[in-house]
């Protein structure tokens, strides 16, 4: 096969992989979000969150170790097909990098930097961060497959996705920022494809006490908020 033809062989198969990420985060629709202070209550509260059916998990880099903490998770789950293991807090290609080939399937970054051509190459999903209508259609533009918008808390929370996709319908937006495991189903509604939950999740005293059971049932709650919702 010629080169250019390889070059393509390669591109469709890692958009089709990208596709298919995306679309396993859509269907998941609650992402579990770990940023806690050391490399083993990240792999526990991954454990607890899987457990509890948020299959889709994000580890930021601010955790340490992250990208063992990502490998671990990563080889650990690999047959699982209803597992993800994604990167948050990706702010440099260099992040993003080390994160995909640790095993991140998905990267997320909190801004809106150039990180959608790395992703690509690994056929992975880029979720970039935005705040306002004009940002958010920034990252679209700039190859964000969903865009977080955060913090959402700050600016209305569920309503402020439904005042958003009013004259902007179809935007695949992703809600975080002071979301919570009660009000998924309200963003889900209001427009969101994808609700993002951290310390709603992982409450600090839980994870302090090491108290994965507690994490498991705050997860399966938030997956039964999103069921409700249809």
Request: charged fraction near 20%; charge should be negative; hydrophobic fraction near 50%.
């Amino acid at each position: 096969m010629h080169e250019a033809g390889v070059r393509n062989r390669i591109q469709a198969e890692g958009d089709a992989g990208r596709a298919a990420v995306v679309e396993q985060l859509r269907r998941a629709r609650v992402v579990g979000v770990v940023r806690v202070d050391s490399a083993e209550a990240a792999r526990q509260a991954a454990h607890a969150l899987i457990r509890g059916g948020l299959g889709c998990v994000e580890i930021t880099l601010t955790t340490p170790d992250a990208a063992r903490v990502i490998t671990d998770l990563a080889d650990r789950y690999r047959e699982d097909p209803d597992v993800l293991i994604g990167a948050g807090t990706v702010l440099t290609d260099d992040q993003a990098r080390m994160a995909l080939d640790a095993g991140a399937r998905f990267v997320v970054a909190p801004i809106a930097p150039d990180l959608a051509p790395v992703a690509r190459e690994y056929g992975a999903a880029t979720i970039l961060g935005a705040l306002t209508p004009t940002e958010i259609v920034a990252a679209r533009e700039k190859g964000a497959d969903l865009v977080k918008v955060y913090p959402v808390s700050a600016v209305g929370g569920a309503q402020y996705f439904a005042d958003i996709l009013a004259p902007l319908p179809g935007l695949p937006l992703w809600a975080a920022g002071g979301t919570t495991v009660a009000d998924v189903g309200a963003y889900l509604r209001a427009g969101a494809q994808v609700v993002g939950l951290a310390g709603s999740v992982l409450p600090p005293m839980a994870v302090r006490a090491g108290d994965w059971a507690a994490v498991e049932v705050l997860a399966r709650q938030a997956v039964a908020n999103a069921r409700s919702t249809g």
